[in-house]
């Protein structure tokens, strides 16, 4: 079967919302019923972060995520055996994202297997070097097919984009600001030129703007220069408070995705 | 040189740069530099003459006669306590300012455990005029008050990090977030032999003055540069990375690591890494980590604020994997009653990260004509209300 981020981008390149939230919170379990629940309301692609005890890219809202399931027991096992129960109910490609070291413990290349056969398509795993995944992991993901998409900064040089490009497949994660998850407000000029920059440079993946993408105006915002944008810490801020799962995702969703 | 590190920044297995591609910048800017930086003649010239005027350096090499003849053998104690500021942390302090000015920052941002970083920090950003923030676990800043209101006197800005267990690693984490947010102006101080490449191998060419001076000294002294053991502490392994830096490839030199187990290294309260971890990544390298089977990092316990962290120096995970280095395990009570034996037979009070170094000499039988080397990272003024609350003397 085709990677689902591959067919997904070959039939869409607008508009693309992809939500983050950590596995296990807030509850063990939730993680099957919020993929399905960002399915019927519209989500395009769904990254479950992998819980870590020192997660150094992340603002407060996704640490004390982390922290909530790791106390509940949440394990990367575990959280392989809950991608395999949202992949019997739904159909939109499932992105796995989390520090190395959970993964190096469980082993990479194992990991990589029981990834793709538990039905991702698509890993993010920010603080692996390029050099390492060329040298020791791009030959196995591709052959089980799975994706791997690298993160670029506003700091991150052309040719180094290039590189990072090049390496990556599906789609290139592009970090929207030089800051940790969880930041607010609207893009500063600096910000736009950097995503104009993006956008000019055709590179060989798509790309999707994350980090401070928070409501519905920085996700359309973003979305004039990219074909989508990852939304994670407003999502997990949201999911911390809501008495109504259901009721407010969709409500979440819509109002990121409703035209003005 | 089997035991330094590569171009690529590892120690045989252990090291390299595991970072997000937000430090990346950074890290490579300093990768690319450094080398170049301290081999210059002014920053060599500017260390060796901060470490003198400043500093005060050579520390003295003491014959600790009564240690001496305690164990029968000739121990010799590197005076590390006696620096500026109370411990070797401000060799690589002093070193790593200016690598900060030459590289055109001029904010700095440290984390510190027990304190001894953060104040050897602040004193060089007051010496430099440069700014200053230093993270420290909310925990430790209440257990080790009085370092924390030296920073601020020094004019630092003390931020507590108050995520995880609010210790070390935590302060650790809050230092890597805040440099990702300020990517530009701002240099990172790391406190040990920690952290992405190039930080392990520069932390440890600024604490290699320890033995540098050692040899030296020793030569003067036995008219023989080279002792048959060097023992010292290690929490991230800064000081032991000193001491044993020009002995390294000298292996008739037994080089002995004396780290925390705690209240023991089976009890679930300890900091023996070399014991209790498994290789893993870490603030931006491989090394031994204490943690979980599923890869979540393990909450160390040490009496000391200073060893109190849940891995080691990547280099020091080389030289434990090849046995070029032993480590041992001291238990909190081995330390502490090491301490108050050195305060009686020789009238110095160490630090009790030090006094785990001086503990090891029980666990290790010497010949008469040993010439052994402890490292004395630091005094124990910082511990005096550790040293009441235990109260054993
Ligand atoms: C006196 C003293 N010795 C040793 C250490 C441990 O650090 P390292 O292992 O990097 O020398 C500390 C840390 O605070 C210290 O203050």
Redesign the pocket.
Known sequence: MKNRLISLFEKKSHKILSIFYTAGFPGKHDTIRIAKILEEAGADIIEIGIPFSDPVADGPTIQASNKVALDAGMTLPLLLEQVKEIRKQVKLPIVLMGYLNPVMQYGVERFIKDAKAAGADGLILPDLPVNEFQKFYQKSMEEVGLCMSFLISPTTSEERIRMIDSLSSGFVYAVSASSTTGTKGSFNPDQIAYFERLAALQMKNPHLIGFGIHDHSTFTQACQYAPGAIIGSAFIAMLEKSADLEKDIHTFVTSLKKEK | MKYRVSDEGYYGNFGGAYIPEMLHPNVEELRERYLDIISTPSFQKSFHDLLKDFVGRPTPLFLAKRLSAQYGASIYLKREDLCHTG???VNNTIGQILVARALGKNKIIAET??G??GVATATVCALMGMDCIVYMGKHDMERQKPNVERMRILGAKVVPALSGSMTLKDATNEAMRHWINNPTDTHYII???VGPHPYPDMVARFQSVISQEIKAQLTTEIGNPYPDYVIA????????AGAFYHFIEEEQVTLIGAEAAGKGVDSGESAATTVLGKPGVLHGSKTLLMQTEDGQVIEPYSISA??DYPGIGPMHAHLFETERAQFLSITDEEAMQAGIALSRLEGIIP?I??AHALAALDKISFDKDDVVVINL??RGDKDLDTYIKWGKY
């Open positions: 411990a070797h942390k455990g027990a001894q970083h406190g040990s032999v502490c290690v929490g991230g392994g800064s000081n032991a200073g060893l630090a990260e030090t990272s630091g």
